[in-house]
């Protein structure tokens, strides 16, 4: 049973540029999340996708954008990268409705932007 | 989601007991503690839950005190490979809010041989 697959591993982008991370989520689960791990600081939540829409968003700009796809998979894009997003990006999933039901993670995207 | 207050650092013995407090002092009725923890440079894992009686499962157990104010995890016999920052998050469980966790800084577990 694969659990939640992230690509890239590793990542350097340049500023200014644009970016796309790949997940694909635990089987069974249905619903994706993108979080946003600075160094030495928590996760971060930034959106949660269901029924390939966005369904609820943390304080993140515009800038950040994401996508569901009909196979539950997801993706987050990043326009106009600035140093600050230099950061590790999780992908979770989970089951929508699920009481109590625990989120499960990647092991993330390392983003460096230069 | 109620906050939490965790210990920055912890030090534990190889094959000893470690003891993980959280304080959740404004924690409502309908929330769940949550424990998960992050081994360097992985995702986070989840470790267990509770609402409101003790819970143990082939990782830890979760004691929570029966104002339910502050929890405890217990590692029964710490390993090496037990070292991480371990985080501890309230939230509301069921409907659609069951992606969103709120990570503080955590607790830096390290298992001394």
């Known amino acids: 049973d694969a659990g939640v697959t992230q690509s890239p591993t590793h990542l350097i982008k340049t500023r200014g540029q644009q970016v796309t991370l790949r997940c694909s989520p635990k089987?069974?689960?249905?619903?994706v999340s993108w979080y946003q791990q600075a160094l030495g600081q928590g996760p971060q939540f930034i959106f949660q996708?269901?029924?390939?829409?966005?369904?609820q968003r943390g304080n993140f700009p515009d800038r950040f954008s994401g996508h569901q796809f009909p196979n539950y998979s997801s993706e987050l894009n990043v326009n106009a990268l600035l140093l600050g997003d230099s950061a590790l990006y999780l992908c979770?999933?989970?089951?929508?409705?699920?009481?109590?039901?625990?989120?499960?993670f990647g092991n993330g995207t390392r983003l460096t932007v230069t | 989601d109620a906050k939490t207050t965790q210990p920055p650092s912890m030090d534990c013995a190889e094959g000893r007991a470690a003891n993980l407090p959280c304080n959740h002092s404004?924690?409502?009725?309908?929330?769940?503690v949550y424990w998960y923890r992050q081994i360097h440079s992985q995702g986070p894992q989840y470790i267990i839950h509770?609402?409101?009686n003790n819970e143990t499962n082939e990782m830890a157990s979760l004691i929570i005190t029966e104002d339910r104010k502050s929890s405890t995890l217990i590692l029964p016999h710490a390993t090496l490979r037990d070292t991480a920052v371990y985080y501890c998050?309230?939230?509301?469980?069921?409907?659609?809010?069951?992606?969103?966790?709120?990570f503080g800084k955590g607790t830096l577990l390290t298992v001394n041989p």
């Open positions: 979770a999933s989970s089951l929508y409705g699920s009481v109590s039901s625990p989120l499960h």
């Open positions: 089987s069974g689960h249905d619903t």
């Open positions: 996708y269901y029924e390939e829409e966005e369904r």
């Open positions: 404004t924690i409502s009725g309908n929330e769940y």
């Open positions: 509770g609402l409101k």
């Open positions: 998050i309230v939230r509301v469980a069921g409907g659609g809010s069951n992606y969103k966790l709120t």
